[in-house]
């Protein structure tokens, strides 16, 4: 079974502050890497993704790949109150046709 | 661009009751996935098709939940029994061979088995 494990939190950060999200995942083999946000009582909708390793940018949000501990964070700078959600992160394995296998999310809360 | 349509938003059922949940994909989207959220957890894939055909459905309950796409167009998802353990949000979710791994969710249904 393809595991993938995140902290439920909830994780409390002051407005301003950087947010550091973390997700390790069991399929070493996997080889696509995505961030969601969900805010209460809404659907998932999609952050970043990231294939390589190392780090990839997108305006606040940066997402940091270690394929070699098997290990995917984002980090979420100069936190907003609106960036209060869940952050979902799905590992696509390796094998071809398989699915996202989504973690359980990290509850964060930025406190103004 | 419409996103992914979705209905009913709510239903409250009795448990062994039935009931269908409906999506409509984004138009052109050959792929459409069905995820069962249960509250406090990560979505879990219940079925994959593309066009009209099944792609995966090893974690659909197959002796209570069925769906289908006849038309490779909408997607219908049924359960028959509903269980107490049922009570979820239903998420359909839809995505474009050849444009990246990117998937666009619904709004969801949001089950609740008494």
């Known amino acids: 079974q393809k595991e993938v494990e995140q902290n439920s939190g909830p994780l409390s950060v002051p407005e301003g502050a950087i947010a550091s999200l973390n997700c390790t995942y069991s399929d070493r083999g996997s080889q696509s890497f995505f961030w969601y946000r969900q805010y209460s009582g809404k659907s998932p909708e999609l952050i970043m993704f990231i294939y390589s390793n190392g780090d990839k940018e997108d305006g606040r949000f940066t997402a940091q790949l270690n394929k070699a501990s098997q290990y995917v964070s984002l980090l979420i700078r100069d936190s907003q109150p609106s960036d209060s959600a869940t952050y979902l992160c799905?590992?696509?394995?390796?094998?071809?046709?398989?699915?996202?296998?989504f973690g359980p999310g990290t509850r964060l809360s930025v406190l103004p | 661009e419409a996103g992914v349509a979705q209905s009913p938003r709510y239903k409250i059922i009795e448990k062994r009751q039935s009931v269908a949940f409906w999506c409509n994909p984004i138009?052109?989207?050959?792929?459409l996935y069905w995820y069962q959220q249960i509250l406090g957890q990560g979505p879990k894939l219940l079925i994959q098709f593309q066009n009209n055909g099944v792609v995966d459905d090893s974690q659909l309950p197959k002796d209570r939940f069925s769906a289908e796409r006849l038309k490779g167009v909408d997607s219908t998802l049924k359960i028959q029994p509903a269980k107490l353990e049922d009570s979820a949000v239903y998420l359909c979710?839809?995505?474009?061979?050849?444009?990246?791994?990117?998937?666009?969710f619904g709004p969801g249904t949001r089950l609740l088995v008494l």
């Open positions: 979710a839809s995505r474009q061979p050849g444009q990246g791994e990117t998937q666009y």
């Open positions: 138009s052109g989207h050959a792929t």
């Open positions: 799905a590992v696509k394995p390796g094998n071809y046709g398989q699915n996202f296998v």
